[in-house]
């Protein structure tokens, strides 16, 4: 019964550490630190998304062009 109840105690801090603790940003590509005023990794080269700037709309509303 001790030990079970240790466990979900364990359990518990565990995930909680794992959810409030911030994460650093890093690059999905490399690992490296993202610096976050540069959109590209100074490593390796990967383009990061911006999540602040606005759509561009290439995926929805517009029609494909037909070329004959």
């Known amino acids: 019964m001790v030990i079970s109840t ?3 105690v364990l359990l518990l801090v565990v995930v909680a550490v794992y959810y409030l603790v911030p994460k650093r940003q890093c ?3 490399c690992g490296a630190d993202r610096d ?3 959109p590209l990794c100074t490593a390796c080269g990967w383009i990061h998304d911006d999540p602040e700037a606005p759509d ?3 995926e929805e509303g517009e029609e494909e062009m037909v070329y004959e």
Do not use: H, K, L, R
């Open 36 to 38: 976050p005023e540069s």
């Open 6 to 8: 240790v466990f979900a």
């Open 27 to 29: 690059c999905p590509g």
């Open 56 to 58: 561009d709309g290439d």
